[in-house]
């Protein structure tokens, strides 16, 4: 694999802390809509540019789920959008209403996964921090972001390969805030050494 050939695409440059010379890199900005605007415009109109083998998201999620721990660098090649909840009109949790060609849950296409975990991602335009036990069982995935879902949609659209690697930084609870603050920089390290160490 061809490191020319990848792009690595992050929400904010404070997640890689400048470590990523030499690599092609996009910062989106934070949430769903700055993460589709990004790609998109990186891709130019109408998909005319490009260049790519295969997009990387790089950034930091929190969970509560058992299996993914703080400190944890999680594979996510599973996409769902968990704040899309259009259920007052019969459409599932998640599912974009009137959207019959995309799947609620997008898969990666990605061959390239070193750690082989396949987290579940839940992408939305919140912060989850120490929520109601009552919302917490409403929510889905493994891990959950701001972005990754918005960027694996862009991919799926355009047929490109697609995989996310994310940083636990917290647990998603009423901590969250300040772990996020605390851990943020750390996972770029994990990311280098069992990543990009892998792609020539």
Not at 49 to 67: E, Q, V
Not at 127 to 132: A, E, R, S
Not at 139 to 160: F, P, R, S, T
């Amino acid at each position: 694999m061809n490191k020319d050939n990848i792009l690595i695409v992050c929400a904010l440059e404070i997640e890689t802390q400048d470590k990523l010379d030499g690599w092609d890199v996009l910062y989106t900005g934070v949430g769903k809509v700055n993460a589709t605007l990004g790609l998109t415009q990186k891709f130019g109109k109408y998909g005319s540019h490009i260049p790519y083998n295969l997009i990387i998201n790089y950034g930091t999620a929190g969970s509560h789920h058992w299996k993914y721990g703080q400190g944890e660098l999680v594979d996510c090649t599973r996409f769902i959008q968990r704040d899309m909840d259009v259920t007052g009109l019969g459409f599932k949790l998640a599912q974009t209403p009137f959207e019959e060609d995309i799947p609620i849950i997008l898969q990666s296409e990605s061959e390239f996964n070193p750690i082989g975990k396949k987290a579940l991602c839940g992408s939305g335009d919140n912060f989850m921090k120490g929520l109601p036990y009552a919302w917490y069982k409403k929510q889905i995935g493994d891990v959950v972001d701001m972005e990754a879902y918005a960027l694996a949609k862009v991919c799926h659209i355009y047929n490109i390969p697609f995989i996310s690697f994310k940083y636990i930084t917290d647990g998603a609870d009423g901590n969250a805030g300040d772990d996020w603050e605390k851990n943020v920089s750390k996972g770029i390290v994990k990311f280098k050494e069992k990543i990009l160490s892998l792609v020539k």
